[in-house]
């Protein structure tokens, strides 16, 4: 969490007026237990059947002695669902992990698709929220901001 909250400290420095920062653990990262700092080749070598398992189903079940996804999901999504009651314009800053998660949530996806969305370290999505209509994503992996510009 300590990227992601110097991340948004970083952003909200930029703004025209001043902006309040809330941090929450439901934005945590999943607890990979054994796997933590492992690649996927160590982690499929040193854990093969559960590894061979937590693909087989998608990536949802638990990493060995680790956080279950689905767990990581409902967390991640009362956190959005939070944000997005309130009417009016968010951040949220996190790992990668559970902004998948949150994107399946808003879009109604199963989180069995949370691979199929590219996020890009410091890159930016951004869904609309109105309360007549479901979210609607407008923006996906930007990372035009990132590019440095000519002298």
């Known amino acids: 969490m300590g990227r992601s909250l110097e991340t948004t400290r970083i ?12 941090s929450t653990p439901g934005l945590r990262e999943c607890h990979y ?10 982690v ?3 854990f093969p059947e559960d590894f061979a398992a937590w693909r087989r189903g998608g990536g949802i ?14 967390r ?13 314009t968010s951040l949220i800053s996190a790992h990668r992990g559970p902004l998948r998660a949150i994107l399946c949530h808003a879009l109604g996806l199963d989180q069995t698709f949370r691979g199929r969305f590219l996020l890009t370290n410091c890159s930016l999505t951004a869904l609309e929220c109105h309360p007549e209509y479901p979210p609607r994503l407008i923006l996906l992996n930007d990372t035009c901001h990132l590019r440095q510009k000519p002298v």
């Open 44 to 46: 499929a070598q040193r």
């Open 33 to 42: 237990g054994l796997w933590e700092g492992l690649t996927r080749r160590e």
């Open 76 to 88: 991640a999504g009362r956190v959005f669902d939070e944000a997005a009651q309130e009417g009016k």
């Open 11 to 22: 952003i909200a420095a930029a703004q025209p007026r001043e902006v309040r920062i809330v």
């Open 61 to 74: 079940g638990s990493p060995t002695g680790g956080e279950d996804f689905l767990t990581l999901a409902g």
